[in-house]
C-alpha cells in the first residue's frame, strides 16, 4: 500500500466516525515518535494509532483476539506496539500483504470494538 500519513488519516476518517488528536506531542518534550491517535466522537475513545517509527509509517488497530492471531501471520503485521498484544495489532502500511480491502475491513472492526 502506498498511502501518506495524511492520507491514512483521512482514509480512517472517510470509513469512520473519528476525529484527529495529538494528545502525546507535547512541543516541550523530546519526541522521537509523532502520535496521531484517532478517537472515538463523542465518547473520545481511541479506536486506531498512526505514528512513524524507523522510517516507517506504522498503524495500531484493536481485534479481535482470533483475528489478532490470524493477522500476526500476514507480512506487515505484528502485535500492537505499546498496546495490549491480545487485542492490538500493528501494520507497516507501506510494507504489508494487507489488502486495501483488509485494511479497510480491520478499521471498520476497530472502529466497532471502541464504540463499547
Given at each position: 500500500m502506498d498511502l501518506k500519513r495524511q492520507e491514512l488519516i483521512q482514509f480512517i476518517l472517510d470509513r469512520t466516525n473519528t476525529t484527529e488528536s495529538y494528545p502525546f506531542n507535547n512541543p516541550s518534550r523530546k519526541q522521537t515518535i509523532l502520535w496521531t491517535i484517532m478517537k472515538q466522537v463523542g465518547s473520545g475513545k481511541m479506536m486506531a494509532m498512526i505514528f512513524e517509527r524507523d522510517d516507517k509509517l506504522l498503524l495500531n488497530l484493536k481485534l479481535k483476539p482470533e483475528h489478532v492471531d490470524q493477522m500476526k501471520?500476514?507480512?506487515?503485521?505484528?502485535?500492537?506496539?505499546?498496546?495490549?498484544?491480545?487485542?492490538?495489532?500493528?501494520?507497516d502500511i507501506q510494507n504489508t500483504d494487507v489488502t486495501q480491502i483488509e485494511l479497510e475491513n480491520m478499521i471498520i472492526e476497530s472502529d466497532s470494538l471502541t464504540k463499547r
Open positions: 501471520h500476514v507480512g506487515g503485521v505484528t502485535s500492537g506496539f505499546h498496546m495490549n498484544k491480545k487485542y492490538w495489532v500493528t501494520v
